[in-house]
């Protein structure tokens, strides 16, 4: 079953955050506490949300284009799953987002971890790579 997170799912969340950032190589040092505070305000917040099954996560937050305040878009902040519900988060979290307004579902793909698959079930989804790249810059 998958529902929208309470503050009694903090511990869950920590936990598969921690088994996330373990698995993909993360940059940073991981901290229960951020991960605690982060994510206790995504519950607290409206127009943010986790959702969680019984070993996975998704969440993410509802923003307006800066030039339109009207056009809304939800905005993926995390997704994992080890208990084959992934593609079931993805459809909650896509009610949500329509639920909340939402025009339009933004995702992200981590390169090298399990990205074919993921792209694959995305695309299989309606999704399709803006015409747009991230670039990021790290200074250590």
């Not at 605690?36 to 969440?59: E, H, K, R």
């Not at 993410?60 to 939800?74: Q, S």
Request: aromatic share 10%.
């Amino acid at each position: 079953m998958i529902r929208e997170a309470t503050p009694s799912d903090l511990p869950l969340i920590v936990d598969l955050g921690r088994r996330f950032y373990a698995a993909t190589g993360q940059p940073g040092v991981w901290n229960d506490q951020s991960v605690w505070g982060f994510c206790g305000n995504l519950i607290a917040t409206p127009g943010q949300t986790i959702l969680v099954s019984q070993q996975g996560m998704i969440g993410g937050v509802i923003v307006p284009l800066y030039w339109d305040h009207e056009y809304l878009l939800a905005h993926e902040a995390f997704w994992w799953s080890e208990d084959r519900q992934g593609r079931h988060l993805l459809e909650a979290f896509e009610a949500w987002a329509r639920a909340h307004g939402a025009r339009e579902v933004h995702m992200s793909l981590l390169s090298g971890q399990r990205e074919k698959a993921v792209r694959r079930v995305l695309v299989g989804m309606g999704y399709a790579a803006p015409d747009e790249q991230r670039m990021v810059k790290k200074w250590q």
